[in-house]
């Protein structure tokens, strides 16, 4: 029983409003609040509460009428209510929340500088006649299978209880579910071109080369803290600035003497240096702490936390229902 209450919360076990605002508030700050705003966006326009063509991306509108915001909100449309949208919104769900409490934990600013860094080169796409889709949502949402493929390119995933796959295949077969169901692919692959983008830029090349020109920017980081959500392990700002003091130096008590001072610091911290370990590459704050193939993140760590996600049903629970991921 202790094991099942310590159990993080399931879309697949949600019972009771208690069950679904547990769920709710143990979803990380990213993901929360990027499947919220996906979520309002179509729920406002199932309510007729604004046009949807105000919102799509419309570049003679944001250069000849300076309408700046179509080149951010066609992000946060992935469609009407449907079984599409439900498809989308639980890949956001879970390998959003997947990246978030792995590869990115304490590390809110980058994965938030991955989003931007997406959207970018979609954008650069439209421009292309034949690339140009009014909502860019859907292809934001096949970023986040095609990192965590690579980032967990060893986790096995079990397809319909039939075979397992390796995760590096995955967004591979939900394109090739796609194709055999009739959907189109060209949101599909204009996702998996802006993933490969920003995992080679940032990911790749970094550790080839020992160059990370695109690393995340300061501009991120205040933002982050200024939201107050989330953690960046090696932010330049606080979080909350009210933590902390601006002078951390050594406690004295008052009245007493430098001598016994400095005599009682090697017995307080003996106890730390032999029974604290020495922390781990995953926790020194480096740029790329906690990623599967990268510093501090073993593969044989990666493959026992990962080979059951394939198999609990949420992360291919679109596919059992038949309808496949389809991005249309």
């Known amino acids: ?35 919220a705003a996906c979520l309002f ?75 931007v860094f997406g959207a970018a080169p979609l954008l650069v796409m439209t421009v292309i006649p034949y690339l140009w889709t009014p909502f860019l949502g859907p292809s934001m949402v096949f970023i986040l299978p095609y990192v965590w493929s690579r980032e967990f390119p060893n986790a096995r995933v079990n397809i319909h209880g039939l075979f397992e796959l390796k995760g590096f295949y995955l967004p591979y077969y939900m394109i090739a579910v796609d194709l055999v169901l009739g959907n189109p692919l060209k949101q599909s692959m204009m996702g998996i071109a802006a993933g490969h983008l920003y995992y080679f830029l940032t990911v790749l090349y970094p550790l080839s080369t020992g160059n990370n020109f695109l690393k995340t920017p300061r501009l991120i980081h205040k ?6 959500q989330g953690f960046q392990i090696n932010s330049p700002f606080r979080n909350d600035p009210a933590q902390g003091v601006a002078f951390r130096g050594r406690g004295r008590r008052l009245n007493g003497s430098r001598s016994t001072s400095t005599r009682s610091e090697p017995r307080d911290s003996e106890p730390d240096e032999t029974a604290t370990p020495a922390p781990s590459s995953s926790a020194s704050g480096v740029a790329f702490s906690g990623r599967s193939n990268r510093l501090g993140w073993s593969r ?5 936390q990962t080979r059951h996600r394939g198999s609990d049903g949420l992360g291919l629970v679109v596919y059992r229902l038949g309808g496949g991921l389809g991005i249309g």
Do not use: C, H
């Not at 007729?48 to 449309?77: C, G, H």
């Not at 997947?98 to 809110?108: C, H, I, S, V, W």
């Not at 933002?223 to 107050?228: Q, Y």
């Open 1 to 35: 029983m202790q094991e099942i209450r310590r159990r993080k919360p399931s879309l697949l076990d949600l019972e009771s409003p208690m069950e679904v605002n547990r769920y709710y508030n143990s979803i990380p700050p990213v993901t929360k609040t990027y499947a």
């Open 300 to 304: 044989s760590r990666e493959t026992s």
């Open 223 to 228: 933002l982050v803290a200024f939201w107050g």
């Open 41 to 115: 966006a179509t729920g406002a326009y199932a309510l007729e509460l604004y046009n949807v063509w105000n919102i799509a991306l419309l570049y003679s509108d944001v250069f000849k009428r300076f309408q700046i915001w179509r080149l951010i909100t066609p992000f946060f449309f992935i469609g009407p209510f449907s079984l599409k949208f439900a498809f989308r919104l639980l890949t956001i769900l879970y390998y959003g929340a997947q990246l978030e409490r792995g590869p990115f934990d304490k590390r809110t600013a980058d994965l938030v500088w991955m989003y």
